[in-house]
Protein backbone atom coordinates (compact mmCIF):
# COMPACT_ATOMS: atom_id res chain seq x y z
CA UNK A 1 0.00 0.00 0.00
CA UNK A 2 0.73 3.16 -0.80
CA UNK A 3 0.01 4.53 2.90
CA UNK A 4 2.49 2.36 4.43
CA UNK A 5 5.25 3.67 2.45
CA UNK A 6 4.26 7.27 3.16
CA UNK A 7 4.34 6.48 7.05
CA UNK A 8 7.97 4.57 6.80
CA UNK A 9 8.91 7.60 4.75
CA UNK A 10 7.33 10.14 7.87
CA UNK A 11 8.77 7.76 10.50
CA UNK A 12 12.50 7.78 8.87
CA UNK A 13 12.15 11.85 8.76
CA UNK A 14 10.94 12.05 12.14
CA UNK A 15 14.24 9.86 13.42
CA UNK A 16 16.29 11.74 11.27
CA UNK A 17 15.07 15.31 12.68
CA UNK A 18 15.12 13.60 16.36
CA UNK A 19 18.87 13.10 15.87
CA UNK A 20 19.39 16.44 14.64
CA UNK A 21 17.74 18.72 17.05
CA UNK A 22 18.70 19.47 20.66
CA UNK A 23 15.66 20.28 23.27
CA UNK A 24 15.84 23.80 24.58
CA UNK A 25 13.86 22.63 28.08
CA UNK A 26 16.16 19.80 28.52
CA UNK A 27 19.56 20.33 27.27
CA UNK A 28 19.46 17.18 25.28
CA UNK A 29 19.38 15.75 21.94
CA UNK A 30 15.78 14.99 21.10
CA UNK A 31 16.59 11.35 20.25
CA UNK A 32 17.41 11.13 23.80
CA UNK A 33 14.07 12.12 25.46
CA UNK A 34 12.14 8.99 26.70
CA UNK A 35 8.50 10.54 25.17
CA UNK A 36 10.05 10.52 21.33
CA UNK A 37 11.55 7.31 21.83
CA UNK A 38 8.31 5.81 22.82
CA UNK A 39 6.25 7.76 20.65
CA UNK A 40 8.94 7.00 17.53
CA UNK A 41 8.82 3.23 19.02
CA UNK A 42 5.02 3.35 18.67
CA UNK A 43 4.85 4.53 15.58
CA UNK A 44 6.97 1.45 14.57
CA UNK A 45 5.35 -0.91 15.98
CA UNK A 46 2.05 -0.06 13.86
CA UNK A 47 3.95 0.18 10.99
CA UNK A 48 5.45 -3.21 11.30
CA UNK A 49 1.52 -4.64 12.00
CA UNK A 50 0.73 -3.39 8.59
CA UNK A 51 3.70 -5.35 6.95
CA UNK A 52 2.17 -8.77 7.30
CA UNK A 53 -1.45 -8.01 6.33
CA UNK A 54 -0.62 -6.45 3.49
CA UNK A 55 2.04 -9.11 2.69
CA UNK A 56 -0.51 -11.93 3.23
CA UNK A 57 -3.22 -10.07 0.83
CA UNK A 58 -0.81 -9.43 -1.76
CA UNK A 59 0.05 -13.28 -1.89
CA UNK A 60 -3.77 -13.90 -2.09
CA UNK A 61 -3.93 -12.01 -5.08
CA UNK A 62 -0.95 -13.48 -6.55
CA UNK A 63 -2.24 -16.89 -5.98
CA UNK A 64 -5.49 -16.30 -7.09
CA UNK A 65 -6.87 -17.32 -3.53
CA UNK A 66 -10.63 -18.27 -3.23
CA UNK A 67 -11.86 -15.38 -0.50
CA UNK A 68 -15.21 -15.50 -1.74
CA UNK A 69 -17.75 -13.14 -0.77
CA UNK A 70 -14.94 -11.94 1.62
CA UNK A 71 -12.44 -10.74 -1.16
CA UNK A 72 -13.41 -7.11 -0.67
CA UNK A 73 -13.66 -6.88 3.00
CA UNK A 74 -10.78 -7.99 2.91
CA UNK A 75 -9.06 -4.96 0.76
CA UNK A 76 -11.15 -2.60 1.50
CA UNK A 77 -10.21 -3.34 5.31
CA UNK A 78 -6.44 -3.18 4.25
CA UNK A 79 -6.61 -0.20 2.92
CA UNK A 80 -8.50 1.52 5.73
CA UNK A 81 -6.16 0.00 8.66
CA UNK A 82 -3.00 1.89 6.27
CA UNK A 83 -4.59 4.67 5.74
CA UNK A 84 -5.70 5.20 9.51
CA UNK A 85 -1.75 3.75 10.94
CA UNK A 86 -0.49 5.99 8.23
CA UNK A 87 -2.09 9.08 9.64
CA UNK A 88 -1.13 8.49 13.10
CA UNK A 89 2.42 8.08 12.18
CA UNK A 90 2.52 10.83 10.16
CA UNK A 91 1.21 12.37 12.96
CA UNK A 92 3.51 11.40 15.51
CA UNK A 93 6.27 12.34 12.91
CA UNK A 94 4.75 15.74 12.60
CA UNK A 95 4.69 16.57 16.28
CA UNK A 96 8.49 15.08 16.92
CA UNK A 97 9.98 17.33 14.22
CA UNK A 98 8.19 20.16 15.41
CA UNK A 99 7.49 23.92 13.68
CA UNK A 100 9.82 23.34 10.86
CA UNK A 101 8.16 19.61 9.89
CA UNK A 102 4.57 22.03 9.14
CA UNK A 103 6.20 23.82 6.62
CA UNK A 104 4.47 23.98 3.56
CA UNK A 105 7.92 22.89 1.90
CA UNK A 106 8.94 20.83 4.30
CA UNK A 107 8.36 16.99 3.11
CA UNK A 108 6.37 15.70 6.20
CA UNK A 109 4.09 18.53 5.65
CA UNK A 110 3.24 17.00 1.85
CA UNK A 111 3.55 13.17 3.56
CA UNK A 112 1.08 14.79 5.99
CA UNK A 113 -1.50 16.32 3.36
CA UNK A 114 -0.97 13.14 1.21
CA UNK A 115 -1.61 10.74 4.10
CA UNK A 116 -4.85 12.55 4.63
CA UNK A 117 -5.80 12.47 0.87
CA UNK A 118 -6.59 8.79 1.65
CA UNK A 119 -9.65 9.11 3.97
CA UNK A 120 -11.49 10.27 0.81
CA UNK A 121 -9.90 7.74 -1.53
CA UNK A 122 -12.53 4.81 -2.36
CA UNK A 123 -12.90 3.28 -0.07
CA UNK A 124 -13.81 5.83 2.42
CA UNK A 125 -14.38 4.99 6.59
CA UNK A 126 -18.41 4.80 6.40
CA UNK A 127 -18.08 2.29 3.22
CA UNK A 128 -15.58 0.35 4.56
CA UNK A 129 -17.96 -0.24 7.47
CA UNK A 130 -20.82 -1.29 5.76
CA UNK A 131 -19.27 -3.89 3.82
CA UNK A 132 -17.42 -5.28 6.64
CA UNK A 133 -21.08 -5.43 8.54
CA UNK A 134 -22.69 -6.99 5.08
CA UNK A 135 -20.14 -9.30 5.07
CA UNK A 136 -20.71 -10.31 8.87
CA UNK A 137 -24.41 -10.60 8.63
CA UNK A 138 -25.57 -10.99 4.47
Do not use: M
Request: hydrophobic share 50%.
Amino acid sequence: SVYAGVADRALQLAVGSAQSRVSRARVLPVADDPQVRWALADAALAIDALAPDLESLAADVDGLADRGASWFRALTGAKYRAVETARTVVDASVRVAGGSGYRSSAELSRLQRDVLAGVFHPSDAASVHRTVAANLFD
